[in-house]
């Protein structure tokens, strides 16, 4: 059975910083593209970033680029976002996904498992 479980999402003051988790287990990890999505109260969910299946590349929405980070352990199963410098626009549920490919990776409908997600509020 497939499972993303997301993890460490809180309460963090702008500016600040906080790491969130996403452990997978019921499919073969290494073999997707892991990406972040998130989503704010009254908005569509949108693109945050993602990771090839290796880890060798990134890519960012414009919005979180130079603050978010992405990296994965494909030998622990667990991708991790790394979010830095802290906005209040930040705030939302944060979801973590895995899919196939690379070229259209912002795309949420190539993402084939979604975690539940965890929350991130960001006060000031």
């Known amino acids: 059975q497939v499972q993303l479980v997301e993890s460490g999402g809180g309460l963090v003051q702008a500016g600040g910083f906080l790491r969130v988790s996403c452990a997978a287990s019921?499919?073969?990890?290494?073999?997707?593209?892991m990406g972040w999505f998130r989503q704010a109260p009254g908005k569509e969910r949108e693109f945050v970033g993602a990771?090839?299946?290796?880890?060798?590349?990134?890519y960012f929405a414009a919005s979180v680029k130079g603050r978010f980070t992405v990296s994965r352990d494909n030998t622990k199963n667990t991708v991790y976002l790394q979010m830095n410098s802290l906005k209040l626009e930040d705030t939302a549920v944060y979801y973590c996904?895995?899919?196939?490919?690379?070229?259209?990776?912002?795309?949420?409908?190539?993402?084939?498992?979604w975690g539940q997600g965890t929350q991130v509020t960001v006060s000031t």
């Open positions: 019921g499919f073969t990890f290494s073999a997707y593209t």
């Open positions: 996904a895995a899919g196939v490919g690379w070229a259209v990776i912002s795309n949420p409908q190539v993402y084939s498992y």
């Open positions: 990771i090839s299946r290796s880890g060798e590349s990134t």
